[in-house]
């Protein structure tokens, strides 16, 4: 971007043909850009100019697809910014595999759309302010978007935007960057003057929001920057060779030519919107609300959000009758007289052996990821040192362990740290990731140390109930550990647990009625089949 030409093309772009943020992010990033490749593939962006920033604004302007803009990172990171972003990059891909310059170049500027917005904190929750203050922001922002730029160019510790290498780090940095810019949400909404940017758009932003806002503004060319340069070396490792080089100087003078036209629609689209934050501050001021001049991007989010938490709901409330069912096929299938209650061995005789009693069969529970016929170490809280004490003790599988009374085992590990009481916990979180599916070893260190042992009360509980004690416990100074920096689980993967645990009992249930239960000679469990 240091000849001639790209510069002149820049400047005009700049001054003219950039009606919106987005269409200033798309142009101030490609100076940013940094690598051979990169320059080639922004060479084609600045070449077909008009496609790109027709690009960047399409997901505005055409596809109106307002819940792709998003990512609410208070709300499960609702939005469906990431998974769409994915689906342009592969397109800009292909059209780069195939030459497609024009093509890939419109592909470039909606891709760089998805990935910018939710860099901006309005995009990233919504609150009931919003429907008022959402596009009065937004327009302050436009208007105050170049002393912004420079005030992250001259600030010496701006923040730049550096991607990972793993095989998604597309959404990874769309999720993370959402992360960044939610914690300004807050002190975005609090700080605008509606009044002032009334009157005066840039008058709205305060020093802090200002503050705020020109790092995000920052991470957005930063990030976009780096995109190109990945897009570019992944476009030239799949094609085997380099992209071409495009020259610019028809690109300018063809830019140049279009000034007067430009500037004339950029006049024309900024009265309109001028004009549209007008009449919604002057509806909220004299009803208190706003309903006629809502903006579409608001409306349509509102509709989209309602049919999540309906649908949420709805889903709620099938997995409640459905555990409900399971239940019920639990307490009806079998007559209680021939019960053996799980928590029961558990809590009162934990020494009882479950070789007979619990299903651990790999054959038939492929996808649980702990058998008894596995070693010992892969049991949860047991490392190599530990399953070397037990090994010393002949206690070298799952099995072996979970046939042993924590008592005995106690006694000849003779450790002060390894205690009866600790054993029992440990084969609870045994048990537990041997019935159910896809458990990690965290998830059942978690699950035990919040009181849920067994498969029955985790069947029997609400989830939500599960879910709160589950995250007390993980910001414990035990849970931490357990967790050791990954995030705790979310209501829906407690959701999967209860589920799970249900089908897990109905599975012991009907394997009980099938075979003589075994028993121990404690008198605590001496019903026999």
């Not at 269409?23 to 990033?29: G, K, L, M, S, W």
């Not at 450790?415 to 916990?425: A, D, H, Q």
Request: charge should be positive; include cysteine.
């Amino acid at each position: 971007m240091n000849n001639l030409p790209d510069r002149c093309l820049l400047t005009i772009l700049r001054a003219a043909h950039c009606r919106s943020t987005h269409h200033h992010f798309a142009i101030d990033a490609l100076p940013l850009v940094s690598t051979d490749a990169g320059h080639r593939l922004a060479s084609h962006l600045m070449r077909h100019h008009q496609r790109y920033l027709a690009g960047a604004k399409d997901p505005d302007k055409r596809f109106r697809d307002f819940h792709n803009h998003v990512i609410h990172v208070d709300d499960g990171y609702w939005g469906g910014a990431p998974r769409v972003a994915h689906q342009w990059y592969d397109r800009l891909q292909k059209y780069l595999r195939q030459e497609r310059w024009s093509d890939a170049a419109h592909a470039a500027g909606v891709l760089s759309h998805y990935f910018t917005d939710p860099i901006q904190p309005l995009h990233t929750g919504q609150k009931i302010e919003e429907k008022v203050l959402h596009r009065p922001i937004e327009w302050s922002i436009t208007k105050s978007y170049a002393s912004l730029f420079m005030q992250w160019k001259t600030d010496p510790t701006r923040i730049v935007f550096q991607l990972s290498d793993g095989p998604g780090w597309l959404g990874d940095a769309i999720l993370q960057s959402a992360r960044v810019a939610h914690q300004h949400y807050e002190t975005l909404i609090e700080h605008y003057d509606l009044q002032a940017g009334r009157v005066d758009p840039p008058a709205g932003l305060d020093r802090v929001s200002r503050g705020c806002l020109s790092q995000l503004i920052g991470l957005c060319v930063t990030g976009w920057a780096r995109v190109i340069e990945r897009a570019a070396l992944e476009a030239e490792l799949a094609r085997n060779c380099p992209l071409p080089h495009q020259g610019t100087s028809l690109a300018c003078v063809l830019a140049g030519i279009r000034v007067p036209t430009q500037v004339w629609l950029r006049r024309i689209e900024h009265k309109v919107e001028q004009k549209k934050v007008r009449n919604l501050i002057d509806e909220f001021e004299q009803t208190g609300s706003v309903s006629k001049y809502l903006p579409s991007e608001v409306r349509v989010l509102e509709k989209v959000r309602k049919v999540h938490r309906r649908e949420k709901e709805f889903t709620k409330a099938l997995l409640a009758r459905k555990q409900q069912a399971t239940v019920r096929i639990l307490e009806e299938s079998i007559p209680q007289e021939d019960t053996v209650s799980h928590e029961a061995i558990v809590a009162q005789e934990a020494s009882v052996p479950l070789h007979g009693i619990v299903s651990f069969d790999s054959k038939r529970e492929p996808q649980v990821r702990l058998h008894v016929q596995d070693e010992l170490v892969d049991a949860p809280s047991i490392g190599k040192k530990t399953a070397a004490r037990f090994a010393e003790i002949g206690v070298h599988t799952v099995g072996d362990f979970l046939s042993a009374t924590p008592e005995a085992m106690a006694e000849k590990l003779a450790t002060r740290w390894i205690t009866v009481e600790t054993l029992r916990v440990w084969r609870c979180q045994a048990i537990l990731m041997c019935q159910l599916p896809e458990m990690l070893a965290r998830e059942t260190q978690l699950l035990v140390g919040a009181g849920f042992a067994t498969a029955d009360k985790i069947a029997k509980s609400d989830a939500e109930t599960i879910l709160t004690a589950v995250q007390r416990y993980a910001s414990s100074h035990s849970g931490l550990r357990y967790l050791r920096g990954a995030e705790p689980p979310d209501l829906q993967r407690v959701e999967e647990w209860v589920g799970e645990a249900a089908l897990a009992l109905v599975r012991q249930k009907r394997a009980l009625a099938r075979m003589p239960v075994q028993v121990s000679t404690h008198e605590n469990v001496s019903k026999a089949a």
